[in-house]
């Protein structure tokens, strides 16, 4: 804690400072709210409307820790088939990186005139934008094992699922918690874009209301949701990272 | 126990012939160094004895069993200590003996203990010195179970003062358990001071110029590297050795 304060009070200083000159900006220029709401402004909106909105918030977690376990789950699994069977891997890592360029925004109302407005689409959302972090990443560790490791382990006599489970995998370990801090802080982007095909509930859902009624305040409201919750997100993948990665010398990577 | 046989060993990569005809022994219990200059093929040696290779003649005995291509049947020390930067000393040491479904964690905290590394069990190896990192890797290739114990320069990163202290624990130690070992080095004075037998390899390609077995008696103290008869024989391996250049 001592330590974040120490560090941390230049970013919320660089934070606090923009507040108020967007605050004395829009009083002075007397900017009307549904054009740009002052911060004064939209933290009255949020602190008077929770509970308007937080069964909004409860919805976007859950859909985004299940779009999240899914996303990463098939990202390791393609980066593991990948790296397992080299004919998979030159075979399929273009069409990965072509995954990247499709527009999700298009590819969105596509996917709810296949597969309806449950979850299905919405999980494919946040899969497509979480899974390519997670496997380019792992990948990469993967093939970055010390050769002599490698020597050593194979005339030792391990067999190819012992170099993988004793070797690559630990080797690779902080190279994936590299992507995951990516694919967490995009996860809740994807679970948003997927609200606004068509959902009942979400953040997404509150956000589209407000800004076709011009409520410009809880637009703001919701971008400010959206951010904590990616922060959320990223400080908790760093603490898991902590508590797993124990090995790495101080002060490397931080 | 651990003898091994190199029997008339080619190899090359391409057209580059690295290994031309290579034949020595290692006896049971006795400890071997082979001496070259660098890019004389010395690693890729290891490579053939430790199976990751094959040889394009020739074959390699083990305990009278030939072993071309048979991985797991030596223990081999890279040049760096190659340990597993996320495993503790205990965990790395007891990785030889894992791989092939043995755990001896007594005896591995003795060699710990033995080593000079008390304490340590449960650091991390970016915590320790380099030597205090060859000394664990030694200990891994003690704790498995492999009759023959292959060692690639693993003092050629130390400086003067630490290799020596090394290079006596390395013979205390190896006097305990009395393991054969097959040691890699270009340092002419290392080889002298540790080994029963001196094989001095030709450039490339590498074939066996000369062996020289060293009559020091043992437990050598490191008093000997000062006496005129060290000093022969320096003299006649460098002379081996530079006639090639």
């Known amino acids: 804690m001592k330590k974040f304060m120490k560090k941390g009070w230049k970013p919320v200083a660089v934070i606090l400072l923009l507040f108020?000159?967007?605050?004395?900006?829009?009083?002075?220029?007397?900017?009307?709210?549904?054009l740009l709401p002052a911060p004064s402004q939209i933290l009255q909106t949020g602190v008077e409307g929770w509970a308007s909105y937080q069964h909004h918030i409860f919805s976007t977690v859950q859909l985004t820790i299940i779009g999240f376990i899914i996303g990463c789950s098939v990202g390791i699994l393609i980066a593991i088939s990948l790296h397992l069977v080299p004919?998979?891997?030159?075979?399929?890592?273009?069409?990965?990186?072509?995954?990247?360029?499709?527009?999700?925004?298009?590819?969105?109302?596509?996917?709810?005139?296949?597969?309806?407005?449950?979850?299905?689409?919405?999980?494919i959302v946040i899969t497509l934008v979480c899974f390519f972090p997670i496997a380019v990443s792992a990948l990469d560790g993967f093939r970055q094992t010390d050769h002599d490791l490698k020597h050593y382990m194979q005339m030792a006599g391990a067999n190819k699922k012992q170099i993988f489970w004793k070797l690559e995998w630990p080797n690779a370990l902080p190279y994936v918690f590299a992507g995951l801090k990516i694919s967490a802080t995009y996860s809740v982007m994807g679970a948003v874009i997927s609200e606004w095909l068509g959902a009942n509930k979400g953040i997404g859902v509150y956000m589209t209301l407000a800004s076709s009624s011009f409520r410009t305040d809880r637009v703001f409201v919701s971008i400010f949701l959206v951010m904590v919750l990616s922060l959320l997100f990223f400080a908790i993948i760093i603490l898991l990272e902590k508590s797993l990665i124990k090995w790495k010398p101080k002060g490397e990577g931080n | 126990m651990g003898n091994l046989a190199v029997k008339?060993?080619?190899?090359?990569?391409?057209?580059?012939?690295?290994?031309?005809?290579?034949?020595?022994?290692?006896?049971?219990?006795?400890?071997?160094?082979?001496?070259?200059?660098?890019?004389?093929?010395?690693?890729?040696?290891?490579?053939?004895?430790?199976?990751?290779?094959?040889?394009?003649?020739?074959?390699?005995?083990?305990?009278?069993?030939?072993?071309?291509?048979?991985?797991?049947?030596?223990?081999?020390?890279p040049q760096s200590p190659s340990l597993m930067p996320w495993r503790t000393v205990l965990k790395n040491v007891l990785l030889g003996g894992?791989?092939?479904?043995?755990?001896?964690?007594?005896?591995?905290?003795?060699?710990?203990?033995?080593?000079?590394?008390?304490?340590?069990?449960?650091?991390?190896?970016?915590?320790?010195s380099?030597?205090?990192?060859?000394?664990?890797?030694?200990?891994?290739?003690?704790?498995?179970?492999?009759?023959?114990?292959?060692?690639?320069?693993?003092?050629?990163?130390?400086?003067?003062?630490?290799?020596?202290?090394?290079?006596?624990?390395?013979?205390?130690?190896?006097?305990?358990?009395?393991?054969?070992?097959?040691?890699?080095?270009?340092?002419?004075?290392?080889?002298?001071f540790l080994s029963d037998r001196v094989i001095v390899l030709s450039q490339k390609p590498a074939t066996v110029k000369r062996e020289f077995t060293i009559p020091f008696e043992r437990p050598r103290h490191e008093s000997i590297l000062l006496t005129e008869e060290f000093l022969d024989w320096k003299k006649a391996i460098y002379r081996e050795l530079s006639e090639d250049v």
């Not at chain 2, 755990?103 to 190896?125: C, F, V």
């Not at chain 2, 990192?133 to 130390?158: G, M, N, T």
């Open chain 1, 20 to 34: 108020i000159i967007w605050e004395v900006t829009s009083k002075l220029f007397e900017i009307p709210g549904w």
């Open chain 2, 130 to 192: 380099g030597g205090m990192k060859q000394r664990v890797a030694f200990v891994r290739s003690l704790l498995s179970p492999q009759p023959l114990i292959c060692l690639d320069e693993p003092f050629s990163a130390l400086d003067e003062f630490t290799r020596l202290e090394m290079q006596k624990w390395l013979m205390s130690i190896w006097q305990e358990n009395k393991r054969s070992i097959l040691f890699v080095t270009h340092n002419i004075d290392e080889a002298i």
């Open chain 2, 8 to 77: 008339d060993i080619t190899k090359s990569y391409g057209d580059h012939n690295i290994l031309h005809g290579v034949n020595f022994t290692v006896n049971d219990g006795e400890f071997v160094s082979i001496l070259g200059p660098s890019g004389s093929g010395k690693s890729t040696l290891f490579h053939l004895i430790g199976g990751i290779r094959l040889p394009d003649s020739g074959e390699i005995f083990l305990e009278d069993k030939q072993i071309n291509g048979q991985k797991g049947s030596i223990s081999y020390t």
């Open chain 1, 87 to 123: 004919q998979l891997r030159e075979a399929l890592y273009p069409l990965i990186i072509i995954s990247q360029n499709i527009p999700i925004i298009v590819l969105a109302p596509l996917l709810v005139i296949w597969f309806g407005f449950g979850m299905l689409p919405k999980i």
């Open chain 2, 98 to 128: 894992e791989i092939v479904g043995k755990h001896d964690e007594k005896r591995a905290l003795a060699l710990i203990e033995r080593a000079g590394l008390q304490g340590y069990e449960n650091a991390y190896p970016h915590e320790l």
